[in-house]
């Protein structure tokens, strides 16, 4: 064992014997529950990868969010009506970006606080991508185009975060959660996966391989900017991109390190291809020799910068008069709630620490702290704040506690002394990270029924709804209202029946029965309410549900092993396991 090696163990075991450690459910630290192979370096090293896999956030929410005109007042003249000419507008734009990267660090660095800490999980949260280009272009408008001022729709971000955390607080997320079948649970991380490599196979966001095509809408790119269009269409020269290349070859470095099980390979693959594209004499350089490279390149110059917030900080107008806020609101909550649902969900899965019965420890503080994030990005003068896929790369790298978040909010708060440098990884660099871990999330597709069309059905089409729509949230709308249908109607044509017309039923997924073995009422409010009544429970009771099989047989000394079907009866096969003891039931109910 190296220096470095034993270095990191006695860092290990010093944690893990420590608070810090029992708080956040190290292994060897002795606390309730505590997770399974979590070390103190893996989960910092695990926080470093997801804070450069999702970094790019900083630049391009403040981007987007920008487009939108703020607080920057256009005259909208007749020659030019949206402020594209106007230098005095522009300069007020630019300003409102150089505030919108500072506060695109400060609140995805207080929202990966708080769910670190408050929910003990390994996410990432900051300003959603899609939303926030909902946000500038749908609501707000191109430089103020729409229906909807910035600040009045801001205000609508506020009260969505109030009533998030009103149904946080009462439960209702985590109901919505535990309803939603367990193929399509299984699918949502699996079409996640899609969609994280659809992101990462781009040019915005990743290696620019796929591009737009006015005929199938996506094709084959890979071309140099001096090739596109106005649209940004490729006109030739296929390939030929040096930047997809550099990609590619990140793409490569993180899969054979991988391979090699090398800790932090994603991580490594990030650092090197964003070093390399820094010099400016290069064919690969993120800073071209044009007025928008020479404008990164002198903010990347910087290095260290903190700019105020003048344009962002608190604008709110309370003005809901108008039909399209109401719309804006009710559309900002659902898509929101069936988003980050989704995200936590699947990324909970991911990192293994999910019940049966749909729902994942803590996470009544983690709806929370997620609603909390809103209202902080609000007040930031940004659109929702919500947990991002990218931290798959974390849980990939072995991050499993909430100390990869806090060391995701150490990254944010670090860049908002050093946000020139944060800015500046180029979307080549953090593509592949995004590709592989989408194929790291998509494993799990082996585990959803097939067998049985009404299962398989709507988890195919959450699975390729969300990378075609750009959208977690319609891919799980698709996969639930076709499931509702499919297997509605196969329901009433059973009934009507008689029973004498139904499908094969033994191969359906049994997945009711796990999601309503649990109480829907919160537990703070059982626990009240005992309190109340005299008929007090423990506080810590209910987190017995999340207890493993080994846990279970521990406690009770049963394992349920498999179900058969025998003359129209249900055997259920129960192996007992208490000391001494080892029969093998079989119960007909």
Request: aromatic residues 12%.
């Amino acid at each position: 064992m190296g220096r470095f090696a034993r270095f990191c163990d006695k860092v290990n075991n010093a944690v893990a014997g420590s608070r810090v450690g029992r708080y956040f459910q190290l292994e060897g630290s002795g606390a309730y529950r505590e997770r399974k192979g979590t070390r103190f370096m893996t989960e910092i090293r695990a926080g470093v990868t997801t804070f450069f896999a999702m970094a790019y956030i900083i630049s391009v929410n403040a981007s987007i969010i920008s487009e939108s005109g703020g607080t920057c007042v256009c005259p909208h003249l007749p020659e030019d009506p949206i402020c594209d000419n106007d230098p005095v507008y522009a300069q007020c734009i630019f300003g409102l970006k150089m505030d919108m990267i500072m506060a695109t660090a400060i609140m995805s660095m207080i929202a990966s606080v708080l769910i670190g800490t408050l929910a003990n999980l390994p996410l990432g949260l900051a300003p959603g991508m899609g939303l926030n280009a909902y946000f500038t272009y749908n609501v707000v408008g191109y430089h103020g185009t729409g229906s909807v001022k910035y600040q009045t729709a801001l205000a609508a971000v506020l009260i969505e975060g109030f009533i998030f955390l009103i149904l946080s607080i009462f439960g209702i997320r985590q109901w919505l959660a535990r309803i939603i079948p367990m193929s399509i649970k299984v699918a949502m991380g699996c079409g996640i996966g899609l969609y994280l490599c659809f992101i990462g196979l781009q040019s915005s966001a990743g290696i620019g391989l796929v591009g737009l095509d006015m005929s199938t809408l996506v094709t084959l790119a890979a071309c140099p900017d001096s090739a596109k269009d106005e649209s940004g269409i490729c006109t030739g020269h296929t390939m030929e991109s040096p930047h997809t290349w550099m990609g590619i070859l990140g793409l490569v470095l993180i899969v054979i390190l991988t391979m090699y099980r090398v800790r932090g390979s994603i991580l490594i693959g990030i650092v090197f291809i964003a070093i390399t594209s820094w010099p400016r004499r290069s064919a690969i350089t993120y800073f071209p020799y044009t007025e928008t490279g020479d404008a990164m390149f002198d903010y990347f110059k910087k290095v260290v910068t903190v700019h105020p917030l003048n344009r962002v900080l608190a604008q709110f107008h309370f003005d809901f008069t108008s039909r399209e806020i109401w719309i804006a609101l009710i559309t900002f909550l659902y898509v929101d709630i069936l988003d980050t649902t989704g995200t936590m969900y699947s990324m909970a899965r991911y990192g293994g620490f999910t019940d049966k019965s749909g729902d994942f420890e803590h996470s009544t503080w983690a709806f929370m702290a997620d609603a909390t994030a809103v209202i902080v990005g609000s007040c930031f003068g940004s659109s929702p704040c919500t947990a991002f896929v990218e931290s798959g790369a974390g849980i990939a790298e072995g991050g499993r506690t909430g100390l990869t978040a806090l060391t995701i909010a150490f990254g944010f708060f670090i860049s908002i002394f050093f946000s020139p440098i944060f800015a500046s990884f180029p979307p080549w660099a953090t593509g592949p990270a995004l590709i592989v871990v989408g194929s790291m999330m998509t494993t799990s597709i082996r585990n959803i029924n097939w067998d049985y069309p009404g299962d398989a059905i709507p988890a195919f089409i959450t699975i390729t709804v969300m990378p075609f729509t750009y959208s977690i949230a319609y891919g799980l709308i698709g996969g639930i209202i076709s499931y509702i249908v499919i297997n509605g109607i196969i329901y009433i044509i059973d009934k009507i029946s008689g029973g004498r017309v139904r499908p094969d039923y033994s191969l359906r997924e049994n997945w009711w029965t796990a999601a309503f073995s649990k109480s829907f009422v919160p537990h703070w409010i059982r626990y009240l309410h005992g309190k109340t009544t005299g008929k007090p429970i423990p506080w810590h009771e209910d987190e017995y549900d999340f207890g493993s099989d080994e846990e279970d047989i521990d406690r009770c000394g049963y394992v349920c092993m498999d179900t058969i079907k025998r003359d129209g009866s249900e055997i259920i096969i129960v192996l007992s396991l208490r000391p001494g003891r080892y029969f093998l039931w079989m119960l007909d109910v």
